[in-house]
């Protein structure tokens, strides 16, 4: 296959016009023959990677089946975001286990479902967390962190939970830390903390901030919280909500001017109504309503989004101003370098999984979407 006539998104994290080249399921250096599609009028960016969302189109990833899990991948790859690390919920052990018991099965039999985007490891967003700061999360379920369940769930799902979310207050928060800063990336969030705590978490080896902004302590001028200590430590990436609901425009734009774009990792935090339209739906086992793509639980806290990872970068660029070439390296190579994926995915280079998508550049509307070197249908957005 070759695609010619599009400007591309490199390596340098700038377009060129130049053609693209797949052999089978990988990018080459050429290609000796095949289909040939006309690029004209659009960017060809590599297929998005969502480090942080909760499910789509009625499924929910905690739903903990193979059913639920395709679900969602065939309806992100149809989007373009072609690379998934789905994020678990506050649940007890024995629940947790199960969802990481059905990814790994699924991990393990994957290419048995073509259309279906990559399920590239697991991320476990509670119960280590901070009640004060739970969120949409169940509060039955939290707990102080747990170094052995950790790794129990861990074997469970393969050894591929790649991001584990905590709370670095809580009792026993900073021995987890010490214990598996090396084996996951562990990501502070649902919190409380100060800055001092905060700075010393990163000290010990955190290094990732959980949907930054939301359920933590806000950035002050004289309290600066765990915000200002991740915008200090200049290894700490933060991820970001550009729903246009969770974040202002101009906090958006500030926080690219404070960490710099290759630190920021756009993330959807997606639930089950994304794909779907405004209605009643579930999250962690909570009621959750959602009205003009905000969804709330009863009291009003803000329950995850109702849209993509592709969506949040068409609202980043034409809603907040940020640059195109910056919104798609923090959707597709940040948040891949991020989980350790990124000799696999998140560019158009040779060798990696042939997966692109083509955006029309009046309007950045999904044009075409390769998965793994094959042209996936239309999509409905």
Excluded: W
Aim: proline share 4%; glycine share 10%; aromatic share 6%.
């Amino acid at each position: 296959m070759i695609i010619k006539n599009a400007y591309v998104f490199t390596e340098e994290n700038v377009f060129e016009k130049k053609d693209v080249f797949i052999e089978g399921d990988v990018f080459t250096e050429e290609a000796s023959e095949g289909e040939v599609i006309d690029g004209s009028g659009c960017f060809a960016v590599p297929g998005l990677t969502d480090i942080h969302f909760h499910g789509c189109v009625g499924y929910d990833f905690c739903d903990g089946t193979q059913e639920a899990i395709q679900a969602i991948a065939a309806y992100e790859a149809s989007v373009g975001v072609t690379s998934i690390v789905p994020a678990t919920m506050t649940y007890g052990e024995e629940k947790l286990r199960g969802i990481c018991e059905a990814a790994e099965k699924y991990r393990r039999e994957q290419e048995k479902y073509p259309g279906q985007a990559d399920l590239c490891g697991i991320n476990m967003e509670g119960p280590f967390i901070s009640m004060s700061k739970k969120g949409a999360q169940n509060p039955a379920y939290i707990q102080r962190p747990d170094v052995e369940m950790f790794r129990r769930l861990n074997e469970a799902s393969g050894g591929c939970i790649r991001l584990v979310a905590l709370a670095p207050e809580v009792e026993g928060a900073m021995e987890f830390i010490d214990s598996l800063h090396d084996e996951t990336v562990i990501s502070i969030a649902h919190t409380a903390a100060d800055y001092e705590t905060a700075d010393e978490a990163m000290n010990r080896g955190v290094h990732h901030m959980t949907h930054l902004y939301n359920a933590m302590n806000p950035l002050a001028h004289r309290d600066p919280g765990p915000v200002g200590a991740a915008a200090d430590h200049e290894d700490c990436e933060a991820e970001l909500i550009c729903d246009g609901i969770h974040i202002h425009p101009a906090v958006v734009r500030n926080t690219f001017r404070m960490f710099g774009e290759e630190r920021v990792i756009l993330i959807s935090d997606s639930m089950m109504a994304a794909g779907l339209q405004d209605g009643e739906y579930e999250l962690g086992g909570q009621a959750v309503t959602v009205r003009g793509r905000k969804a709330i639980l009863a009291d009003g806290t803000i329950a995850g989004s109702a849209t993509n990872l592709m969506d949040c970068v068409r609202t980043a660029v034409q809603q907040m101003g940020i640059p195109l070439e910056t919104a798609i390296r923090c959707a597709a190579v940040n948040p891949a370098r991020s989980v350790g994926i990124y000799g696999r995915y998140g560019s158009v280079t040779p060798g990696k999984k042939a997966n692109l998508v083509l955006l029309d550049q009046k309007d950045l509307s999904l044009r075409q979407v390769i998965l793994k070197g094959k042209k996936l249908p239309a999509a409905t957005e």
